[in-house]
């Protein structure tokens, strides 16, 4: 079982940038896909973006493309989500998640019912 942890979000300016990190550990991330979510008050819990086995493989959510870059360090068992030019829409808890995956497979995934474990979420606020 993996476990993970979210750091990295705050309080920030439209415009602005936060780096979201997730730290994992119980197992090796090289088996898993990963992906990122949020969920703003009042509403469903919504893909970021996500990231396969791969980096190459990789997809986004419409509004996160060209502003938000998700990667993953194996090495050190993590993955990261850039975030630039920030909106006040941006503004939820994110949370990082973890699938386990086939060794062959470079699939990412974009429900949250795709992923088995996820972490205790980061509150990101962006004012304008």
């Known amino acids: 079982q993996v476990q993970l942890v979210e750091s990295g979000g705050g309080a920030v300016q439209a415009g602005g940038s936060l780096r979201l990190s997730c730290a994992a550990s119980g197992r090796a991330l090289s088996n898993y896909a990963m992906g990122w979510f949020r969920q703003a008050p009042g509403k469903e819990r919504e893909l970021v973006a996500a990231i396969g086995r791969s980096p190459l493989s990789t997809t986004y959510v419409d509004s996160a493309k060209g502003r938000f870059i998700i990667s993953r360090d194996d090495v050190r068992n993590s993955m990261s989500l850039l975030m630039n030019s920030l909106r006040p829409e941006d503004t939820a808890v994110y949370y990082c998640?973890?699938?386990?995956?086939?060794?062959?497979?470079?699939?990412?995934?974009?429900?949250?019912?795709?992923?088995?474990?996820w972490g205790q979420g980061t509150q990101v606020t962006v004012s304008s």
């Open positions: 998640a973890a699938r386990a995956t086939l060794h062959w497979s470079n699939d990412v995934y974009s429900r949250p019912d795709d992923y088995s474990y």
